[in-house]
């Protein structure tokens, strides 16, 4: 079980990495011309199987974390 959850911790890891940035929301703190904080941006293709698979990855780590917690 401990295997697992180290499998699942580093392609969290790996697949947070593969996520762009989303610096550019942030652009009315750093000084941007457009005030982008609150704006509502879809992603699309690879970018949502990348969001969708990073969400069900950190599901996983956090349900085996409290699954070997519990039978420890």
Do not use: H, Y
């Not at 929301?25 to 699309?44: H, I, P």
């Amino acid at each position: 079980m401990k295997i697992l959850l180290l499998i699942v911790a580093v392609l969290l890891i790996l697949i947070s990495l593969l996520q762009g940035g989303k610096s550019d929301a942030l652009s009315a703190f750093t000084g941007g011309n457009d005030l982008g904080l609150f704006q509502n941006v879809k992603e699309r293709g690879p970018e949502r199987v990348i969001s969708i698979a990073t969400m069900v990855l950190g599901i996983l780590f956090f349900v085996l974390v409290i699954i070997i917690r519990i039978t420890d």
